[in-house]
């Protein structure tokens, strides 16, 4: 199909990026090379879009499926979850929704950042009961520098998976309670942070949160 000189005569359409160097490569998508280190010559790709959200949705009356850029937050607030809040930031990767008439769950993929790497996983199984009382518990886990794949399976415990394979991650257990009272919703959320199940010098870290939001 093609020849040597078709080969070279594309050599004109190629440029040259350094590391470090930012790029446009289009209207509001920036690209730039990170050396890898590992391998010579080799660099990884950071892509940056001004696009807050972009994904791909599979829906079905038992679960659904969002894959791509979206903002999130994780918890009963309207805007500040201990978990995750909702910010201006979008994160990429995939959130899972099975829901029931009276029990759901959710489970959250994300690349947090690519520089480091730093990836998030995240779990919820909730308890609802018509609307009235919502009663659930959520696990995370933060980690960095390699991707554990037990940690993208959304129906394995995180804190399990930590000790099997001897990893050092940032596992958070989180309660949350909401009543809906007239046209009104109390809500409650404790969250235990670096949750260790090894003898460690630095204590684990605790918060929660009430409030009160109107419907």
């Known amino acids: 199909l093609y020849t040597e ?3 070279l005569r594309t050599l004109r359409y190629f440029v040259g990026v350094g590391y470090d160097r930012t790029v446009e490569i289009a209207r509001g998508i920036r690209v730039t090379f990170l050396e890898a280190g590992h391998i010579l010559g080799s660099a990884m790709v950071l892509l940056e879009s001004e696009e807050k959200e972009g994904m791909v949705r599979l829906d079905h009356e038992r679960l659904r499926l969002d894959l791509g850029r979206r903002e999130m937050q ?3 607030g309207d805007a500040h979850g201990l978990l995750l809040s909702s910010s201006e930031k979008a994160f990429d990767g995939f959130l899972l929704t099975i829901p029931g008439t009276y029990l759901e769950f ?9 520089a480091m790497p730093k990836f998030l996983s995240l779990h919820r199984l909730g308890l609802n009961l018509r609307g009235f009382l919502r009663i659930g518990f959520s696990e995370a886990i933060l980690s960095a520098d390699s991707l554990e794949p037990l940690y993208i399976n959304p129906f394995l ?10 990893r050092d991650d940032n596992a958070m257990w989180s309660f949350d309670l909401q009543v809906r009272l007239f046209n009104s919703i109390a809500y409650a959320e404790l969250l235990i942070d670096d949750f260790m199940y090894e003898d460690d010098p630095y204590p684990d870290k605790i ?3 009430v409030g009160l939001k109107s419907l």
Do not use: I, K, N, R
Request: negative net charge.
């Open 74 to 76: 994780w918890g009963p």
């Open 157 to 166: 415990p995180f804190y399990l998976s930590q000790w099997s394979t001897g």
């Open 5 to 7: 000189a078709d080969a």
């Open 106 to 114: 959710h489970s959250m993929f994300s690349l947090v950042d690519p």
């Open 207 to 209: 918060a929660y949160q």
